[in-house]
């Protein structure tokens, strides 16, 4: 499995879906901004930012997967990339007023960010509260 189908949500070499994967959406360009605040009116919206060369992201990002456990649907996933887009990962903090951390997870409700964590503290994230 190469590192894209394992971070966007592959399958296992029998061809079964783990169900604890998270179903990541990359998140590339600021345009999806809009989308995400207007999505986050029907159900949260989760991005994930993530770099690519930092250790401590790396183990946040497994640590998180490790603890996910939410149905198919109850949320959206998106995954930036910060190496690869920062203009986007800029915009995000421009446009919900948070600093910039990395790594950082922040959770959108009807087109605010209502929860934040960084670092080791996005592990202790207990996603069905935001459902």
């Known amino acids: 499995m190469g590192l894209f189908s394992g971070l966007f ?5 029998d061809g079964k879906r ?22 986050s009116g029907k159900r949260p919206q989760v991005i994930f930012k993530h770099s690519t060369t930092c250790g401590i992201s790396r183990m946040a990002l497994n640590m998180f997967k490790s ?28 446009e919900f007023g948070i600093q910039h951390q990395s790594p950082q997870l922040l959770i959108l409700k009807n087109g605010l960010v209502v929860m934040q964590e960084s670092h080791g503290a996005i592990a202790d994230i207990k996603l069905e509260q935001y459902i």
């Not at 179903?23 to 345009?31: R, T």
Request: hydrophobic share 35%; proline share 2%; charged share 30%.
């Open 67 to 94: 603890g996910y456990g939410l149905e198919e649907g109850q949320m959206n996933f998106y995954f930036l990339d910060l190496r690869a887009h920062r203009d986007v990962s800029n915009a995000v903090a421009s």
């Open 9 to 13: 949500g592959g399958t296992k070499e």
């Open 18 to 39: 783990d169900v604890s994967e998270i179903p990541w959406i990359s998140l590339s360009s600021i345009e999806q901004l809009e989308e995400i605040k207007e999505e």
